[in-house]
C-alpha cells in the first residue's frame, strides 16, 4: 500500500471538509470554493513530475502554487478567527456575529488575496542584502573581517527563471567578498531543461574562489549532472571534503558535507564529517558548509562556524511561524556550543511565489574579533 498516497488523500479530505464547514455565512457557496481549491491541490502531480508541455506547465504550476498559498493564508486565518470569536459566539453573540457572517468572510478572503499579492510582489523583487557580523574568540588579528558571501535555496528550475539568477549574481559581483558559498539547492530539477538558467553563475568564478555543497532538491533529478556542471565552471564542489583558504598568511578550513537526501539514491552515501574533516585538523578557523542546519550538534566540537541554508525561515505566514518548532537554527545567527550557526532564508523560494514575514536574501557574513 502507497501510505504516502493515502496520508495525501486523506488530508485533502480533511481539508475539504473543514473549508466546506468552516468557510461561514455564505451557505452551500463554501462548498464550491472549498471543492475548487483542493480539486486545484490534486493537479499538484502534475507540477512535480513535470509531465506537461513547458507552457502549460508554467500555467498550471502558478495557479496550483497561488492556490496553496491562498489556502494557507485561507486556513490559518480561519483557525485564529475561530480560536478567538467561537468561545465570545457563547457569551455574546453579537460580538462575533460579523466574524462569522458573509461579510467577515469576504473580509477574510480578500485580506488574504491582498496578503497573497503583497508576499508574491516581495519574492519577485529578488533577494536583499543581509549584513551580518560573527563575532569571534581568539580570531587571529589576520582574519578580522574576512568576508564569506552566501547564496542558498536559489532553487534555479520551473519557479525561478534566468532573469532572477542573472540578477543574483550581478548583485554578488558588486559586493567585496574573500569567498563565496553555494549553500545547496542552487539547481532544482531537469539539467537539460534547467542548465542554462544558471550560466551566469560563471562569472562568479572568474572573480572569487566559490565553494558548494549539495542540498536536497539537487537529488530530486540529475545530481551528478547538476555536480558535473558545477565543477565544470570552476566552483569546487565539496562531497564530504575540505580545502584551506590561505588569507594573510593564516589557514582557513572549508569544509562541506554531502546532504542526506543523498542516501535515497545510494543508501552508502550521505553526510560524514569525520571524513569532510580528514588530514586537515590544525587550520586557524574552521568553516562547514553543510545544506541542513540541524547537523550543527554533531558539528560543533569540530568547527567555529556553521554556514547553512534550507529552512527558508519558514517562506511566509504562517509557516515562518512552525518552522521556528521544528528547526533549531530556523534562521539568522546563533550559537551552537561554541561553534556559530548562521542559516539563509533562502535566496531564492519555492513552491508558492511569494514571501510573507520572510526575506530572500544574499548573506555577507564578517569575521570579527570578539
Same mark, same amino acid.
Given at each position: 500500500?502507497?501510505?504516502?498516497?493515502?496520508?495525501?488523500?486523506?488530508?485533502?479530505?480533511?481539508?475539504?471538509?473543514? !473549508?466546506?464547514?468552516?468557510?461561514?455565512?455564505?451557505?452551500?457557496?463554501?462548498?464550491?470554493?472549498?471543492?475548487?481549491?483542493?480539486?486545484?491541490?490534486?493537479?499538484?502531480?502534475?507540477?512535480?513530475?513535470?509531465?506537461?508541455?513547458?507552457?502549460?506547465?508554467?500555467?498550471?504550476? &502558478?495557479?496550483?502554487?497561488?492556490? +496553496?498559498? +491562498?489556502?494557507?493564508?485561507?486556513?490559518?486565518?480561519?483557525?485564529?478567527?475561530?480560536?478567538?470569536?467561537?468561545?465570545?459566539?457563547?457569551?455574546?453573540?453579537?460580538?462575533?456575529?460579523?466574524?462569522?457572517?458573509?461579510?467577515?468572510?469576504? &473580509? !477574510?478572503?480578500?485580506?488574504?488575496?491582498?496578503?497573497?499579492?503583497?508576499?508574491?510582489?516581495?519574492?519577485?523583487?529578488?533577494?536583499?542584502?543581509?549584513?551580518?557580523?560573527?563575532?569571534?574568540?581568539?580570531?587571529?588579528?589576520?582574519?578580522?573581517?574576512?568576508?564569506? !558571501?552566501?547564496?542558498?535555496?536559489?532553487?534555479?528550475?520551473?519557479?525561478?527563471?534566468?532573469?532572477?539568477?542573472?540578477?543574483?549574481?550581478?548583485?554578488?559581483?558588486?559586493?567585496?567578498?574573500?569567498?563565496?558559498?553555494?549553500?545547496?539547492?542552487?539547481?532544482?530539477?531537469?539539467?537539460?531543461?534547467?542548465?542554462?538558467?544558471?550560466?551566469?553563475?560563471?562569472?562568479?568564478?572568474?572573480?572569487?574562489?566559490?565553494?558548494?555543497?549539495?542540498?536536497?532538491?539537487?537529488?530530486?533529478?540529475?545530481?551528478?549532472?547538476?555536480?558535473?556542471?558545477?565543477?565544470?565552471?570552476?566552483?569546487?564542489?565539496? +562531497? =564530504?571534503?575540505?580545502?584551506?583558504?590561505?588569507?594573510?598568511?593564516?589557514?582557513?578550513?572549508?569544509?562541506?558535507?554531502?546532504?542526506?537526501?543523498?542516501?535515497?539514491?545510494?543508501?552508502?552515501?550521505?553526510?560524514?564529517?569525520?571524513?569532510?574533516?580528514?588530514? =586537515?585538523?590544525?587550520?586557524?578557523?574552521?568553516?562547514?558548509?553543510?545544506?541542513?542546519?540541524?547537523?550543527?550538534?554533531?558539528?560543533?566540537?569540530?568547527?567555529?562556524?556553521?554556514?547553512?541554508?534550507?529552512?527558508?525561515?519558514?517562506?511566509?505566514?504562517?509557516?515562518?511561524?512552525?518552522?521556528?518548532?521544528?528547526?533549531?537554527?530556523?534562521?539568522?545567527?546563533?550559537?551552537?556550543?561554541? +561553534?556559530?550557526?548562521?542559516?539563509?532564508?533562502?535566496?531564492?523560494?519555492?513552491?508558492?511565489? &511569494?514571501?510573507?514575514?520572510?526575506?530572500?536574501?544574499?548573506?555577507?557574513?564578517?569575521?570579527?574579533?570578539?
Amino acid at each position: 500500500m502507497n501510505w504516502f498516497l493515502v496520508t495525501a488523500i486523506s488530508i485533502c479530505i480533511v481539508l475539504l471538509i473543514f !473549508l466546506g464547514y468552516r468557510i461561514t455565512g455564505i451557505g452551500n457557496y463554501s462548498w464550491i470554493i472549498s471543492g475548487t481549491s483542493i480539486g486545484l491541490i490534486l493537479l499538484y502531480p502534475l507540477v512535480w513530475y513535470s509531465v506537461l508541455p513547458e507552457k502549460i506547465d508554467r500555467i498550471v504550476r &502558478f495557479i496550483v502554487h497561488i492556490d +496553496m498559498g +491562498m489556502l494557507s493564508l485561507v486556513i490559518a486565518f480561519i483557525l485564529i478567527r475561530d480560536l478567538l470569536f467561537f468561545p465570545i459566539s457563547y457569551f455574546k453573540p453579537s460580538w462575533s456575529d460579523f466574524a462569522f457572517s458573509n461579510c467577515g468572510t469576504y &473580509f !477574510l478572503i480578500l485580506f488574504s488575496a491582498l496578503l497573497l499579492f503583497i508576499g508574491f510582489l516581495r519574492a519577485s523583487k529578488g533577494p536583499e542584502l543581509v549584513d551580518i557580523e560573527v563575532p569571534v574568540k581568539a580570531l587571529p588579528d589576520e582574519l578580522h573581517n574576512f568576508s564569506i !558571501l552566501q547564496i542558498s535555496d536559489l532553487h534555479a528550475g520551473a519557479g525561478i527563471d534566468k532573469q532572477y539568477v542573472d540578477r543574483v549574481v550581478e548583485k554578488a559581483l558588486n559586493l567585496k567578498a574573500d569567498i563565496v558559498v553555494l549553500t545547496g539547492d542552487i539547481a532544482d530539477g531537469s539539467f537539460e531543461k534547467y542548465q542554462h538558467k544558471l550560466q551566469s553563475l560563471s562569472r562568479l568564478t572568474e572573480r572569487f574562489q566559490v565553494f558548494y555543497v549539495t542540498g536536497n532538491h539537487e537529488y530530486l533529478g540529475d545530481s551528478d549532472l547538476w555536480i558535473s556542471y558545477f565543477k565544470s565552471i570552476g566552483i569546487k564542489v565539496l +562531497m =564530504n571534503e575540505n580545502t584551506t583558504v590561505n588569507f594573510k598568511g593564516k589557514s582557513i578550513l572549508i569544509a562541506g558535507i554531502i546532504d542526506p537526501a543523498a542516501k535515497e539514491l545510494k543508501p552508502s552515501s550521505g553526510p560524514d564529517i569525520p571524513k569532510a574533516l580528514a588530514g =586537515n585538523y590544525k587550520a586557524d578557523f574552521k568553516i562547514l558548509l553543510a545544506h541542513q542546519p540541524n547537523i550543527a550538534k554533531e558539528a560543533s566540537t569540530h568547527f567555529d562556524l556553521q554556514i547553512s541554508g534550507h529552512t527558508h525561515a519558514g517562506q511566509f505566514f504562517p509557516w515562518n511561524i512552525f518552522i521556528n518548532l521544528s528547526q533549531t537554527f530556523a534562521k539568522g545567527l546563533k550559537k551552537c556550543d561554541k +561553534m556559530w550557526v548562521y542559516t539563509n532564508s533562502g535566496t531564492g523560494y519555492w513552491g508558492p511565489p &511569494f514571501r510573507l514575514g520572510t526575506t530572500s536574501e544574499i548573506t555577507l557574513l564578517h569575521l570579527i574579533r570578539q
